[in-house]
């Protein structure tokens, strides 16, 4: 097997002519997840925490900040619940075209792109409508950029190699 290094990602060259691209996460200068199977791991766990979290924060909002805050904040908290749900769901996708494609580089990006979506979307929103705090408001529409990205990477990737 000859191994091939390059900055984002390396090749592995196997005696029977396959060649597998591989992109590393790396930590503390070694590589911690590298193959589709680790990414397909991984997202599937951000997938399943982001599912999670959206359902106890919808609940937290329609029983516990019910009467507390302002209706119209009522309503940015849910819509902050509804997108960090659409976008877990979106890391499922993420970990399974990742599985399927190792080899491609874009879809491990969209699925990075979506979870800092998650948090500067939903999570100013949600900062926002407990604090009241109108300033959060200008990070929204970054998240909102990292998912519009996210989404077109997930287009791309499955115009070029489904």
Known sequence: MLVVTLPSSFFLFYPNATLIAVTPLMYNNRVILCNGEDLMKLF??????????AVALG?????GLEG???E????????????QMFHALGLFAVAFLADKLPQV??????????????ILFSGSLFVLSVTGIK????????GG?????SWILVGVVAVKYL
């Open 72 to 83: 119209k904040y009522l309503k940015t908290w849910n819509t902050g619940v509804t997108y």
């Open 105 to 118: 580089n874009m879809i491990v990006t969209a699925g990075w792109l979506m979870l800092v979506g998650i």
């Open 135 to 142: 300033v959060l408001g200008a990070i929204t529409p970054l």
């Open 145 to 149: 950029v990292a998912f519009l990205a």
């Open 68 to 70: 507390k805050i302002t």
């Open 44 to 53: 599937i766990i951000l997938g399943a925490i982001n599912a999670f979290l």
């Open 59 to 63: 609940a937290f909002g329609a029983h």
